[in-house]
């Protein structure tokens, strides 16, 4: 039996591209028309690929074809951007895939909950058989022995996601946090957004038009608070996000100390990613205030990013070793598997939400 | 974090065994000299990380504290400290009680101690903007801090009892001895009046903890050695 993966990824392709093969993915189609006895569709929105098993070989047209949703029946698609895969170059590059380093952000985690569900849904229908479930059963073995002994995952690689990791590193549950988002860009609707998405309740908006601060707080489900008024919240709250266009700083050290005073106990996180900074630089010296400005998040993410790219070279060397393994494996055969009744849905449970 | 976990709770059903058997052979609490004192410290801890660590969610509080037991144990057992004494000791259950209560809540002011370390490491971090590969180990600020305030409640508490239990030892006991239990009892009492009624940020309660676990510690070595030197 012949393994194959056939595909095409934000390395090779544009996003046009991407949607054109990714939006008319059948299952049934690509094992009927292209000969596959198992098939498997993984189709995100950085790439679209099928694992494939078959007796003779299946030709990349032939997938290409039922991927395409332009297709007419006469005209054939443009194969430059597909990759091709066979055998044991298909399992490096499945575990590679599994494990984030193929991923546009290296070492994130969601492909592997994207691969578990596409596994399952293939399972689900018959069209993943036992070859591709031994593959993929030891391809979310391989991506969780990459993660508990490298620290490819490691740190967020997002100025948002850093931010959000620095409230949770600071406040542990967010979920009795208050925030106050000053400014009504696009920018603080995105961290407001990703801290809510982490549990944050409390949300109040701020802007010098309360119009669009009004706005905002439809589309964040917050509550708009007066411009007049953002300082005395700053009493109350524990996250600050600014994002004005304010020339000069809106937040100065002799403007908070009196309220930190009345709480001393709670930290203050000041987020600022206004350009030009809307908090001045020595409020960080105050007692209990950590204030990032959108230098230090995007410093922190790029030494995460750099950090997940040199442990790459320890990934390669686990997936190498697996690849190696399920290769002896199935030049024994598959004689144990043949005689197993069938294949195992895969654990819920072990589809983590950061997963999904 | 698991491994932390079973590896303080070995080493505690061990401390345990010894204590147990030495308490045998002895007839009483065996914190006699400095060796078992340090040793029953030690046993503190590692009965604070089990019993109070994980309902507080301070498991991971297990890479600290088990480098600190361990560090106690070694102390006590390559240095000459473990004099046995020649006769049996007399048993006073006051004095055993007021011993035994005091070591224990020096458990929690260790424990207090060590999340105090922790949390200047964290805060200091998260200030500096410098994140450390032990940054993404250790638990959120707010969490360490609300294990602090608990774990010198817990240690208040119990050296309140131990030494109110000292004055019903029945015999005279060394003013000096009284004057800094005293004095480590209301330096505790300052340092959580001082974090409810916020004359203290969180940053110097976790300061002042490592400070008032050193002259706790200070304290327990001038006792027992001022014990063992007068001693029959």
């Given at each position: 039996?012949?393994?194959f993966c ?17 939006g008319?993915?059948k299952?049934d189609?690509?094992l009927r028309?292209?000969?596959c006895a198992?098939?498997?569709?993984l189709?995100?929105?950085n790439r ?6 078959s007796e003779s070989?299946v030709s990349t047209l032939?997938i290409?074809r039922c991927?395409d ?7 054939s ?5 597909f990759?091709?895969?066979?055998d044991?170059q298909c399992v ?7 494990c984030g380093?193929d ?6 985690t969601?492909?592997?909950?994207q691969t578990k569900?596409a596994?399952?849904v293939?399972?689900?229908s018959g069209?993943?058989?036992r ?10 073995r391989v991506?969780k022995?990459?993660?508990?002994h490298?620290?490819?995952t ?8 850093v931010?959000v990791?620095l409230?949770q590193?600071?406040?542990g549950?967010l979920?009795?946090c208050?925030v106050?988002?000053l400014?009504?860009g ?12 982490r ?6 908006v701020?802007?010098r038009s309360?119009?669009?601060?009004d706005?905002l707080a439809r589309?964040?489900a917050?509550?708009?608070v007066?411009f007049a ?5 700053c009493?109350e709250?524990d996250?600050?996000i ?11 050290r002799?403007?908070l100390q009196?309220?930190?005073r009345?709480r ?16 001045a ?10 204030l990032?400005?959108i230098?230090s998040?995007?410093?922190?993410a790029?030494?995460?990013?750099a950090?997940?790219c040199?442990?790459i070279?320890?990934a390669e060397?686990?997936i190498a070793?697996?690849v190696a393994k399920?290769d002896?494996?199935?030049?024994r055969?598959?004689?144990?598997a043949s005689?197993l009744p ?9 589809l983590r939400?950061?997963?999904? | 974090?698991r491994?932390n ?5 070995l080493?505690f059903?061990?401390q345990?065994?010894?204590?147990s058997?030495?308490?045998h ?5 065996p ?10 410290v ?9 019993v109070?660590?994980?309902?507080y ?9 088990a480098?600190l037991?361990?560090l106690?144990?070694l102390?006590a057992?390559i ?10 000791l007399p048993?006073n259950?006051?004095?055993?009680f007021?011993a035994s209560?005091s070591?224990v809540a020096y ?9 105090g370390?922790m ?8 200030k500096?903007h410098?994140l450390h590969s032990?940054?993404y180990?250790?638990?959120p600020l707010?969490d360490l801090?609300?294990?602090i305030?608990r774990?010198?409640?817990?240690g208040?508490?119990l050296y309140t009892l131990?030494?109110?239990?000292g004055f ?5 006991l060394?003013?000096?001895q009284?004057v800094?239990?005293v004095?480590?009892?209301i330096?505790?009492g300052?340092?959580?009046?001082g974090r409810y ?7 110097r309660?976790a300061a002042?903890c490592?400070v ?5 510690l200070t ?10 030197t007068?001693a029959?």
């Amino acid at each position: 039996m012949n393994l194959f993966c056939v595909g095409l990824s934000h390395h090779t392709a544009n996003v046009e591209t991407l949607e054109r093969f990714g939006g008319n993915a059948k299952l049934d189609c690509l094992l009927r028309n292209s000969g596959c006895a198992e098939a498997l569709l993984l189709a995100t929105c950085n790439r679209v690929e099928v694992y494939g098993a078959s007796e003779s070989r299946v030709s990349t047209l032939d997938i290409a074809r039922c991927l395409d949703r332009k297709i007419d029946g006469h005209n054939s698609p443009e194969l430059a951007p597909f990759y091709r895969y066979e055998d044991a170059q298909c399992v490096r590059h499945l575990f590679r895939v599994a494990c984030g380093i193929d991923s546009m952000v290296i070492g994130e985690t969601e492909i592997l909950g994207q691969t578990k569900k596409a596994y399952e849904v293939a399972r689900a229908s018959g069209a993943a058989g036992r070859y591709l479930h031994r593959l993929f059963q030891r391809a979310f073995r391989v991506a969780k022995h990459v993660r508990t002994h490298t620290d490819i995952t490691r740190g967020a690689v997002s100025v948002g996601s850093v931010a959000v990791d620095l409230a949770q590193k600071i406040f542990g549950d967010l979920g009795n946090c208050k925030v106050l988002v000053l400014g009504a860009g696009a920018t603080s609707e995105k961290t407001a957004r990703a801290l809510v998405s982490r549990g944050v309740i409390d949300v109040r908006v701020s802007n010098r038009s309360a119009e669009r601060a009004d706005d905002l707080a439809r589309l964040i489900a917050a509550r708009a608070v007066p411009f007049a008024d953002w300082v005395a919240q700053c009493r109350e709250i524990d996250i600050l996000i600014t994002s004005t266009s304010s020339e000069v700083p809106l937040v100065s050290r002799d403007q908070l100390q009196p309220r930190l005073r009345e709480r001393i106990d709670r930290p203050l996180f000041i987020i600022d990613i206004a350009v030009p900074r809307n908090v001045a630089g020595d409020v960080n010296d105050l007692e209990g205030v950590y204030l990032y400005d959108i230098d230090s998040l995007q410093s922190i993410a790029e030494q995460s990013l750099a950090q997940r790219c040199q442990q790459i070279a320890a990934a390669e060397q686990i997936i190498a070793e697996h690849v190696a393994k399920f290769d002896e494996s199935m030049a024994r055969g598959l004689s144990r598997a043949s005689q197993l009744p069938g294949h195992p849905p895969v654990d819920e449970s072990s589809l983590r939400a950061s997963e999904l | 974090m698991r491994f932390n976990f079973f590896a303080v709770g070995l080493g505690f059903v061990f401390q345990t065994a010894f204590l147990s058997i030495r308490g045998h052979a002895l007839g009483r609490c065996p914190i006699t000299n400095l060796f078992e004192v340090i040793i029953f410290v030690a046993w503190a801890v590692a009965l604070f990380y089990i019993v109070v660590g994980p309902a507080y969610r301070l498991s991971l509080m297990g890479a600290f504290t088990a480098p600190l037991v361990v560090l106690l144990q070694l102390f006590a057992l390559i240095t000459p400290i473990d004099h046995p004494h020649h006769g049996k000791l007399p048993a006073n259950s006051w004095l055993e009680f007021h011993a035994s209560v005091s070591l224990v809540a020096y458990g929690a002011f260790a424990l207090a101690c060590i999340a105090g370390v922790m949390y200047l490491v964290q805060e200091r971090q998260l200030k500096s903007h410098q994140l450390h590969s032990i940054f993404y180990h250790l638990p959120p600020l707010t969490d360490l801090f609300a294990a602090i305030t608990r774990l010198l409640w817990w240690g208040f508490a119990l050296y309140t009892l131990g030494l109110a239990s000292g004055f019903l030892v029945g015999e005279p006991l060394p003013w000096g001895q009284i004057v800094c239990a005293v004095g480590v009892w209301i330096l505790y009492g300052l340092i959580l009046q001082g974090r409810y009624l916020h004359w203290f940020a969180p940053k110097r309660v976790a300061a002042l903890c490592i400070v008032g676990f050193s002259a706790a510690l200070t304290l327990l070595w001038g006792i027992t050695f001022t014990a063992q030197t007068h001693a029959p």
